[in-house]
Each structure stands twice: as structure tokens, then as C-alpha cells.
């Protein structure tokens, strides 16, 4: 099992298997259009987290600058995300999946905050804008509707999993 101390991976796209290990976007998605149960934990339940997200094409962009440049000068280490542009609440997830699904749907609520929970984390892309001129290109929501056009289509593959 993994830890909690450790962040969860923030790429989103469509085609994630929707594991909760997988990213949160994918699979509050997954969930919401498979009906299943979904629940807002810590910082008092009411799924104020906010986290950024950023799209597999975009982290693949940077990837191939790194790989044509490999003696490029730049941090070995450099933080790379969905930024502000990206930023998202699970309480403002389950208010798109809402006008998406056009259904309500019950969303548990745990207040109890986990020891290495985080309120907020959006990525400080300066570094890497910078040293890569690099910066992700595809939105939030941009994001969130590949991933819902991708459920819609795979409806009986998401259950398999």
C-alpha cells in the first residue's frame, strides 16, 4: 500500500485507469459517471483541496525537449505541473462532473484531516518555464473533457476495472 506522506501523481488525462493512485480527476470522473461512491475527506469534508493537473501530452513535450537537449544547462531536479491555469477544488471537480453527468449525486463526507493531507498544492512552474521555456499548454477543463469523453466511450472497459 502506498503512503500517505507521498503526493499523487497529477498528470490527468483520459484513458488513466481511474485508480485513486492514478489521479484524482480520473477517477472522481470514473466514479461519478459509474454511480459509484464518492467522498470528500479532511479539512472538514467539504472538498475545498485544491491540486493542478496537467495533461500527459503536455509532460511529454517537456520530455522531449529534455531528451533533444541533454546538455542543456537546467537543474537535474525541476518541478513541472498544471499551475494556476490548471488549479482545481474536488468541491469545483464534483460541480463540473454536475453539469457534465446533469444528475446529483451524494458525496459522503469524512472531517477528519489525514496526517499528511494537503490543503493545497499547485505547482510553481517558473523554474522550469525558465530553464525549458516550457509551460503546459491544455487547461483544466480542457483536461477534464477528454476524460469525460474518453468515460462516455469506454463505459464497459471502466467497469472491468
Given at each position: 500500500?502506498?503512503?500517505?506522506?507521498?503526493?499523487?501523481?497529477?498528470?490527468?488525462?483520459?484513458?488513466?485507469?481511474?485508480?485513486?493512485?492514478?489521479?484524482?480527476?480520473?477517477?472522481?470522473?470514473?466514479?461519478?459517471?459509474?454511480?459509484?461512491?464518492?467522498?470528500?475527506?479532511?479539512?472538514?469534508?467539504?472538498?475545498?483541496?485544491?491540486?493542478?493537473?496537467?495533461?500527459?501530452?503536455?509532460?511529454?513535450?517537456?520530455?522531449?525537449?529534455?531528451?533533444?537537449?541533454?546538455?542543456?544547462?537546467?537543474?537535474?531536479?525541476?518541478?513541472?505541473?498544471?499551475?494556476?491555469?490548471?488549479?482545481?477544488?474536488?468541491?469545483?471537480?464534483?460541480?463540473?462532473?454536475?453539469?457534465?453527468?446533469?444528475?446529483?449525486?451524494?458525496?459522503?463526507?469524512?472531517?477528519?484531516?489525514?496526517?499528511?493531507?494537503?490543503?493545497?498544492?499547485?505547482?510553481?512552474n517558473s523554474?522550469?518555464?525558465?530553464?525549458?521555456?516550457?509551460?503546459?499548454?491544455?487547461?483544466?477543463?480542457?483536461i477534464l473533457?477528454?476524460?469525460?469523453?474518453?468515460?462516455?466511450?469506454?463505459?464497459?472497459?471502466?467497469?472491468?476495472?
Open positions: 500500500r502506498r503512503s500517505n506522506k507521498w503526493p499523487r501523481r497529477r498528470h490527468a488525462g483520459a484513458g488513466q485507469f481511474g485508480k485513486i493512485d492514478h489521479g484524482i480527476f480520473s477517477f472522481w470522473i470514473y466514479h461519478w459517471l459509474l454511480e459509484r461512491i464518492l467522498g470528500f475527506i479532511g479539512f472538514g469534508g467539504k472538498g475545498k483541496q485544491v491540486r493542478d493537473f496537467f495533461s500527459p501530452e503536455d509532460l511529454g513535450s517537456l520530455l522531449v525537449k529534455q531528451m533533444n537537449s541533454p546538455n542543456h544547462k537546467a537543474p537535474k531536479i525541476i518541478n513541472a505541473g498544471g499551475g494556476l491555469k490548471s488549479a482545481m477544488s474536488l468541491y469545483e471537480l464534483n460541480d463540473y462532473c454536475k453539469q457534465q453527468f446533469g444528475f446529483e449525486k451524494q458525496i459522503k463526507t469524512e472531517s477528519e484531516t489525514r496526517p499528511f493531507d494537503l490543503p493545497y498544492y499547485v505547482t510553481d523554474e522550469v518555464t525558465k530553464h525549458w521555456d516550457w509551460s503546459p499548454q491544455q487547461t483544466g477543463i480542457q473533457d477528454d476524460i469525460v469523453k474518453y468515460a462516455r466511450a469506454n463505459t464497459q472497459k471502466l467497469l472491468s476495472l
